[in-house]
Structures are given as C-alpha cells and as structure tokens.
C-alpha cells in the first residue's frame, strides 16, 4: 500500500520559518511529480509549490521567494522549506505524488503561524 507521510509541521511566530517534509514508500519515487497543497478553515484547497521528476518547479504566487520545494529521490522524500512565514500562510498542508494515472495524497500536516 503507497503510503506519503507528511511531518514537520507546528506553531511557528510570524516571520519565523518551518521545514515540511513528504516521505513516500513508492517504488519508483523519482518517476513522480510531487506538489504540496494547503487548504485553509473555509477555503478551498491551493497548489503551493509542486517539483517534476527532472527538478523542475513552479510556486504560487503567495509564497513565491519564501518557499522552496526541493527532493532527494535517495530518501524519497520531498521538502518545503517555509520562510518569512505569515499567519495567512495558517493551514493543512499535504503532499501529492502523480505519475499519469497513478495519483496519491498524504493524510496533511497543520501549520499555525500565530502570535
């Protein structure tokens, strides 16, 4: 059974800074591309940062030069690192792997960025 498990997240101070992590027990990890998305209280869930198989990457607007999505296929795992983090930045965050057909999501880990 594919399993993503996301962690490292917390409560973090406004322009403080948090490292998420997405670990995957797929067997061809660096085929998949790997997205992060957050979903707020009330709001829709939103693409944050998503990095294809070659490394290449995109960003949404909103966190564009505070974020960075990285991978290391080695440990299967995928990283967002999260600077200058404001209380908008407040939600869920999980990790998506795709791969044509093939399609997964971990359970989310909550980030709160609060006074």
């Known amino acids: 059974q594919v399993q993503l498990v996301e962690s490292g997240g917390g409560l973090v101070q406004p322009g403080g800074s948090l490292r998420l992590s997405c670990t995957a027990s797929?067997?061809?990890?660096?085929?998949?591309?790997i997205s992060w998305y957050r979903q707020a209280p009330g709001k829709q869930r939103e693409l944050v940062a998503g990095i294809t198989s070659s490394g290449a990457t995109n960003y949404a607007d909103s966190v564009k030069g505070r974020f960075t999505i990285s991978r290391d296929d080695a440990k299967k795992t995928v990283y967002l690192q999260m600077n200058s983090l404001k209380p908008e930045d407040t939600a869920v965050y999980s990790c998506n792997a795709r791969y044509y057909a093939y399609n997964f999501w971990g359970q989310g880990t909550q980030v709160t960025v609060s006074s």
């Open positions: 797929l067997s061809i990890f660096s085929l998949y591309a």
